[in-house]
């Protein structure tokens, strides 16, 4: 087995190999575009807030109007 070390300074890596080998290294690669038409709003968010869609202000939401304890308070889940 051949022992590698490498080790980052930064945006430098260093790899010491003593022996010949060949190395593919790859970065990610760019995202897509973000999804049209998908607002969301997270500035009122809570512990166990459950993104939902508001239609009157046309945007997804996070906060204390719908959570995991409203979901199921007095539901059979």
Do not use: H, R, W
Not at 1 to 17: I, L
């Amino acid at each position: 087995m051949t022992a590698v070390n490498v080790t980052t300074d930064g945006k430098t890596v260093v790899v010491e190999d003593t022996a010949t080998n060949t190395v593919s290294i790859t970065t990610t690669g760019p995202q897509g575009p973000a999804s049209a038409g998908f607002v969301f709003n997270g500035d009122a968010k809570i512990s166990d807030s459950v993104v939902y869609f508001d239609s009157s202000a046309g945007e997804f939401k996070a906060d204390a109007t719908t959570t995991k304890l409203s979901l199921v308070e007095g539901g059979n889940f």
